[in-house]
């Protein structure tokens, strides 16, 4: 409201301003000439534009404000517009130059501007009463108008009148079309009225001044006038829009604070209604733990005493909620008194015994008993000591937490530092006076709420003390000060108890979480949860199943595991220090996708926002606490069976092949389905195979090309390819990133052939080769069959091209050959030994390919030799390629006699021998 108030005045004020501006101004112009109307007249006119330029620049502070609303926009332009016409038809420094000058292009800019006007006009009704105005009349008007005055500059000047004569026209029918809609809203709304009066102006004053300019009247042009009218009523809207929101922010304000302190009753009832339950789970578990009905096994024991601690703690948080509301309304009471420190960081130390696990964090009390005292309420400054304990084991999973005081100026300072661990956020104990948790830090990733620590700090400020904290060499300081007594014990420290140290060794230790026999899971499951209960509680609730448990209180060090690491589920905590269970999500789908490895938050949020923000992060379920075991382990197993169903489909279906569909899901598929992608094609193909395959049986067979095609498919996929299909004893990959992928995949494949040919020798088999073919070209994946049976393809030349270049290979006694099309996107070429082969027109395409040879992958004696004649072997290609083919031939000659084993060079060779003889016989008979 501050600043509305503000632009007010400004307006005013620069109204003012502008005015005596105006005024002197004309008082200049009078001087040079001699005008009709007065020097009086003109100042008015001069001052009237000025308001106007003022509420220009005010619509446009509006539409600043409202983030750009296109309504303020489209009128404030509306209003720039009107002030330029005005300013050309009323002042008069403006009419004499009007009168100066040729009146066609001072025509032209009138009317553009009246086009222009009534455009944004018409754009500014449509936007504000979107309701009530439709926008095919706003198109059809804008064109119309566009047209008209496109034909007024372009056409006869004999036909300007009958496009003036339409632009009025059209922008009367548009305004009595704005007035029939908006007539049934003004019972409803002042605003409304005002703005039809401003339409009924601005047509009139048009009517009039075109009367006016065909000589049908004698009067002054009205139209300037009645626009400063429309531009000052729609002020008055606008203020009056603004006096509206205020009293609806006044009316919101307040049901705001009806509906904060229905919360402080609700949370003040519910935490009542809860003590009776909570009462029932811990005095149940005691008396188990005292053996009421019977002895128990330690194990036994251990879990329920998991339950026990559990139940103070639930219980210490709903006393908590009670005194928060109790502080908040005034009703606190303390029962001040003389403390013993010592005794009360004691209880507060042991009430955190069943948080410590892992042996990583240690907490130690140097307080020597008995020297210490503080004025307050015992149980009060317990509790508050014990969240602070209790905040620091939530936020750091290492280090020492020491505890230390002293007495200063009859104030006793208690020191509680970390050291080791990781630094709280610095602004951990500011907070507001209806906080519930601490938003100074959740911007940092700690997003949990600790009410107990907000709590803490009012009542040790209720006590007539203090909490500070800071950070300093990576130490977190906690500064508790509360006034001092002289106590009941002097001089008995010879009495004092070494300090006390709880390790973390209080519970079991993290690691026997994980299940002792692995070798039999059937599934990994990865449990995420900052707190070690509820870790426990899992392991107890999966145990006995075929699970395998890998538990995790950090998220960072979870995320690392999972994408490092095969998983089959994740069970998920959202809220936990450092990276929250969202983020983690998130990261994690970067990587899988949801079919691949399930994620289920578990957690104890359970609103409908915080499951869609989950499902939107990328989880596949939610699980609400409290749930039942048969409910988690119901929906664990629907979900795994779902991933390896996924899994299974995608051995037939590969995955990428869904996403480049854009689908998560092989459900998602349909028939039709396809994209269009630049992608390098790879061919793989067993040379004379059918000879091969003729001396074995069928079982053999298969059982051959099992094993071969095994060996070749993970060095695609580990290069980034995709194998689309298995043909025989041929693969057909894909690789959508680079053509330096195939082609290392490719080498890899080539090289592996030689340690597979001797395992083959060894068994008494005969050696294969391989030649490999690679393209890149565009493709089109998709979806093809009929409703009862689809499959998946790719339709490309590309993929026609890249099987006949391996057929090639075969020729040129070659194992890789790519084409121009891959060799000219490789990044850096000189990386690889290449050579080029020359144009070959290949079956199936009626132009000539250029083909290179990469012999990476060849043994180590031929690629010395191949690299020692690259360069006369592709002089001697680009002679052949001119019909040079004595010069050709003789180069050949040379590489043979480097290089016998040289298929390619004999080939052309060859052809250069026949090409010569041709020539001989053909000059034999033209002689």
Same mark, same amino acid.
């Given at each position: 409201?501050?600043?509305?108030?503000?632009?007010?005045?400004?307006?005013?004020?620069?109204?003012?301003?502008?005015?005596?501006?105006?005024?002197?101004?004309?008082?200049?112009?009078?001087?040079?000439?001699?005008?009709?109307?007065?020097?009086?007249?003109?100042?008015?006119?001069?001052?009237?534009?000025?308001?106007?330029?003022?509420?220009?620049?005010?619509?446009?502070?509006?539409?600043?404000?409202?983030?750009?609303?296109?309504?303020?926009?489209?009128? +404030?332009?509306?209003?720039?517009?009107?002030?330029?016409?005005?300013?050309?038809?009323?002042?008069?420094?403006?009419?004499?130059?009007?009168?100066?000058?040729?009146?066609?292009?001072?025509?032209?800019?009138?009317?553009?501007?009246?086009?222009?006007?009534?455009?944004?006009?018409?754009?500014?009704?449509?936007?504000?009463?979107?309701?009530?105005?439709?926008?095919?009349? #706003?198109?059809?008007?804008?064109?119309?108008?566009?047209?008209?005055?496109?034909?007024?500059?372009?056409?006869?000047?004999?036909?300007?009148?009958?496009?003036?004569?339409?632009?009025?026209?059209? $922008? +009367?029918?548009?305004?009595?079309?704005?007035?029939?809609?908006?007539?049934?809203?003004?019972?409803?709304?002042?605003?409304?009225?005002?703005?039809?009066?401003?339409?009924?102006?601005?047509?009139?004053?048009?009517?009039?001044?075109?009367?006016?300019?065909?000589?049908?009247?004698?009067?002054?042009?009205?139209?300037?006038?009645?626009?400063?009218?429309?531009?000052?009523?729609?002020?008055?809207?606008?203020?009056?829009?603004?006096?509206?929101?205020?009293?609806?922010?006044?009316?919101?304000?307040?049901?705001?604070?009806?509906?904060?302190?229905?919360?402080?009753?609700?949370?003040?009832?519910?935490?009542?209604?809860?003590?009776?339950?909570?009462?029932?789970?811990?005095?149940?578990?005691?008396?188990?733990?005292? @053996?009421?009905?019977?002895?128990?096994?330690?194990?036994?024991?251990?879990?329920?005493?998991?339950?026990?601690?559990?139940?103070?703690?639930?219980?210490?948080?709903?006393?908590?909620?009670?005194?928060?509301?109790?502080?908040?309304?005034?009703?606190?009471?303390?029962?001040?008194?003389?403390?013993?420190?010592?005794?009360?960081?004691?209880?507060?130390?042991?009430?955190?015994?069943?948080?410590?696990?892992? !042996?990583?964090?240690?907490?130690?009390? =140097?307080?020597?008993?008995?020297?210490?005292?503080?004025?307050?309420?015992?149980?009060?400054?317990?509790?508050?000591? %014990?969240?602070?304990?209790?905040?620091?084991?939530?936020?750091?999973?290492?280090?020492?937490?020491?505890?230390?005081?002293?007495?200063?100026?009859?104030?006793?300072?208690?020191?509680?530092?970390?050291?080791?661990?990781?630094?709280?956020?610095?602004?951990?104990?500011?907070?507001?006076?209806?906080?519930? +948790?601490?938003?100074?830090?959740?911007?940092?990733?700690?997003?949990?709420?600790?009410?107990?620590?907000?709590?803490?700090?009012?009542?040790?400020?209720?006590? $007539?003390?203090?909490?500070?904290?800071?950070?300093?060499?990576?130490?977190?300081?906690?500064?508790?000060? &509360?006034?001092?007594?002289?106590?009941?014990?002097?001089?008995?420290?010879?009495?004092?108890?070494? $300090?006390?140290?709880?390790?973390?060794?209080?519970?079991?230790? &993290?690691?026997?979480?994980?299940?002792? =026999?692995?070798?039999?899971?059937?599934?990994?499951?990865?449990?995420?949860?900052?707190?070690?209960?509820?870790?426990?509680?899992?392991?107890?609730?999966?145990?006995?199943?075929?699970?395998?448990?890998?538990?995790?209180?950090?998220?960072?060090?979870?995320?690392?595991?999972?994408?490092?690491?095969?998983?089959?589920?994740?069970?998920?905590?959202?809220?936990?220090?450092?990276?929250?269970?969202?983020?983690?999500?998130?990261?994690?789908?970067?990587?899988?996708?949801?079919?691949?490895?399930?994620?289920?938050?578990?957690?104890?949020?359970?609103?409908?926002?915080?499951?869609?923000?989950?499902?939107?992060?990328?989880?596949?379920?939610?699980?609400?606490?409290?749930?039942?075991?048969?409910?988690?382990?119901?929906?664990?197993?629907?979900?795994?069976?779902?991933?390896?169903?996924?899994?299974?489909?995608?051995?037939?279906?590969?995955?990428?092949?869904?996403?480049?569909? !854009?689908?998560?899901?092989? /459900?998602?598929?349909?028939?039709?389905?396809?994209?269009?992608?630049?992608?390098? #094609?790879?061919?793989?193909?067993?040379?004379?195979?059918?000879?091969?395959?003729?001396?074995?049986?069928?079982?053999? =067979?298969?059982?051959?090309?099992?094993?071969?095609?095994?060996?070749?498919?993970?060095?695609?996929?580990?290069?980034?390819?995709?194998?689309?299909?298995?043909?025989?004893?041929?693969?057909?990959?894909?690789?959508?990133?680079?053509?330096?992928?195939?082609?290392?995949?490719?080498?890899?494949?080539? !090289?592996?052939?030689?340690?597979?040919?001797?395992?083959?020798?060894?068994?008494?088999?005969?050696?294969?080769?391989?030649?490999?073919?690679?393209?890149?070209? %565009?493709?089109? &994946?998709?979806?093809?069959?009929?409703?009862?049976?689809?499959?998946?393809?790719?339709?490309?030349?590309? #993929?026609?091209? /890249?099987?006949?270049?391996?057929?090639?290979?075969?020729?040129?006694?070659?194992?890789?050959?790519?084409?121009?099309?891959?060799?000219?996107?490789?990044?850096?070429?000189?990386?690889? @030994?290449?050579?080029?082969?020359?144009?070959?027109?290949?079956?199936?395409?009626?132009?000539?390919?250029?083909?290179?040879?990469?012999?990476?992958?060849?043994?180590?004696?031929?690629?010395?030799?191949?690299?020692?004649?690259?360069?006369?072997?592709?002089?001697?290609?680009?002679?052949?390629?001119?019909?040079?083919?004595?010069?050709?031939?003789?180069?050949?000659?040379?590489?043979?006699?480097?290089?016998?084993?040289?298929?390619?060079?004999?080939?052309?060779?060859?052809?250069?021998?026949?090409?010569?003889?041709?020539?001989?016989?053909?000059?034999?008979?033209?002689?």
């Amino acid at each position: 409201m501050g600043i509305k108030v503000i632009l007010v005045t400004l307006t005013v004020v620069s109204a003012l301003i502008l005015g005596a501006f105006g005024l002197s101004f004309t008082l200049l112009a009078s001087g040079l000439a001699e005008f009709n109307g007065g020097l009086l007249i003109s100042a008015i006119q001069m001052s009237a534009v000025s308001l106007m330029i003022v509420c220009t620049l005010l619509f446009f502070v509006f539409a600043f404000l409202s983030r750009l609303r296109l309504d303020h926009l489209y009128f +404030g332009f509306f209003s720039l517009a009107a002030v330029v016409y005005s300013l050309l038809r009323t002042i008069p420094f403006f009419s004499r130059f009007y009168a100066s000058v040729s009146l066609i292009p001072l025509r032209s800019f009138e009317f553009t501007l009246l086009a222009i006007g009534g455009i944004l006009l018409a754009l500014f009704f449509r936007q504000r009463y979107q309701r009530r105005v439709s926008l095919k009349p #706003v198109i059809v008007y804008s064109i119309l108008n566009l047209a008209l005055g496109l034909a007024w500059f372009l056409g006869p000047q004999s036909a300007a009148v009958y496009m003036e004569n339409g632009i009025t026209g059209l $922008s +009367g029918a548009l305004f009595l079309f704005f007035l029939v809609r908006l007539i049934p809203l003004i019972r409803e709304k002042l605003r409304v009225l005002l703005h039809i009066i401003g339409l009924l102006a601005v047509s009139a004053a048009g009517i009039h001044d075109l009367l006016l300019l065909r000589g049908l009247v004698e009067s002054v042009y009205l139209l300037p006038a009645a626009l400063l009218v429309f531009v000052f009523l729609h002020v008055l809207v606008q203020f009056l829009t603004i006096r509206e929101d205020y009293a609806s922010l006044r009316t919101m304000d307040k049901r705001i604070q009806a509906a904060d302190r229905l919360k402080d009753e609700f949370l003040s009832n519910m935490s009542h209604e809860l003590r009776t339950p909570i009462h029932a789970v811990v005095g149940l578990s005691e008396s188990l733990l005292r @053996g009421n009905v019977g002895e128990m096994t330690e194990d036994q024991k251990s879990t329920l005493s998991l339950v026990f601690s559990s139940g103070l703690r639930l219980n210490a948080m709903v006393s908590d909620i009670l005194d928060f509301s109790r502080m908040r309304e005034g009703r606190i009471q303390l029962q001040n008194a003389e403390v013993d420190l010592y005794q009360s960081v004691l209880v507060a130390q042991k009430m955190c015994v069943p948080l410590l696990m892992g !042996g990583q964090l240690s907490i130690k009390n =140097n307080i020597v008993p008995y020297t210490l005292f503080v004025w307050g309420d015992e149980n009060r400054i317990e509790q508050s000591l %014990n969240s602070i304990l209790m905040s620091i084991i939530k936020f750091s999973s290492q280090g020492t937490i020491e505890i230390d005081a002293r007495e200063e100026n009859r104030v006793t300072v208690i020191s509680i530092a970390l050291t080791g661990g990781n630094p709280l956020p610095g602004n951990i104990v500011e907070g507001r006076d209806d906080d519930f +948790g601490e938003p100074g830090f959740a911007d940092e990733g700690y997003k949990g709420v600790n009410l107990g620590l907000s709590l803490a700090r009012r009542l040790i400020e209720a006590q $007539s003390g203090s909490l500070e904290y800071s950070v300093k060499d990576d130490t977190s300081l906690f500064q508790v000060t &509360l006034p001092s007594t002289r106590g009941k014990y002097q001089g008995e420290a010879g009495e004092a108890e070494e $300090s006390l140290e709880i390790s973390l060794d209080a519970l079991e230790n &993290l690691e026997a979480l994980n299940d002792d =026999n692995t070798e039999a899971s059937k599934f990994t499951i990865v449990v995420v949860d900052d707190n070690p209960v509820n870790l426990q509680v899992l392991k107890n609730q999966l145990s006995g199943e075929e699970f395998r448990i890998v538990p995790f209180l950090n998220g960072e060090k979870a995320l690392s595991h999972i994408l490092n690491n095969p998983s089959d589920l994740v069970l998920l905590d959202i809220m936990m220090p450092e990276i929250d269970g969202y983020t983690l999500c998130r990261k994690v789908r970067e990587k899988y996708t949801s079919t691949n490895l399930p994620i289920v938050l578990v957690t104890a949020k359970s609103e409908a926002m915080d499951m869609e923000e989950g499902l939107s992060a990328g989880a596949n379920d939610f699980l609400a606490k409290p749930y039942t075991q048969e409910e988690l382990l119901a929906r664990i197993r629907t979900h795994l069976n779902l991933a390896k169903i996924n899994t299974i489909y995608s051995r037939f279906v590969p995955m990428e092949f869904i996403d480049f569909l !854009g689908h998560d899901n092989i /459900a998602d598929i349909k028939l039709g389905d396809q994209v269009q992608k630049e992608m390098t #094609v790879l061919f793989v193909d067993i040379r004379a195979f059918t000879a091969l395959s003729e001396i074995m049986t069928p079982q053999e =067979n298969f059982k051959f090309i099992n094993s071969f095609l095994s060996r070749l498919s993970p060095m695609i996929q580990e290069n980034g390819g995709i194998i689309d299909k298995y043909i025989g004893d041929s693969i057909m990959a894909l690789f959508p990133n680079r053509p330096e992928d195939a082609i290392k995949a490719a080498t890899e494949m080539v !090289g592996h052939m030689e340690i597979y040919n001797k395992q083959r020798a060894s068994c008494g088999y005969r050696p294969i080769s391989i030649g490999v073919g690679i393209h890149t070209g %565009n493709l089109i &994946l998709g979806i093809i069959g009929d409703k009862g049976r689809m499959q998946g393809t790719v339709i490309s030349d590309a #993929v026609n091209l /890249a099987s006949r270049i391996q057929d090639v290979t075969k020729l040129y006694g070659a194992n890789i050959i790519i084409s121009q099309e891959s060799f000219i996107k490789l990044d850096n070429p000189t990386e690889y @030994g290449f050579r080029f082969l020359g144009k070959v027109r290949v079956k199936g395409k009626n132009r000539s390919v250029s083909l290179f040879e990469i012999f990476d992958g060849d043994q180590e004696e031929m690629r010395e030799l191949k690299t020692e004649t690259k360069t006369d072997f592709e002089t001697a290609i680009l002679q052949f390629s001119k019909r040079q083919f004595d010069e050709s031939a003789e180069l050949f000659r040379q590489i043979i006699a480097v290089n016998s084993e040289d298929r390619a060079a004999r080939l052309f060779l060859e052809k250069a021998e026949a090409f010569i003889a041709q020539e001989k016989r053909r000059f034999l008979f033209s002689g």
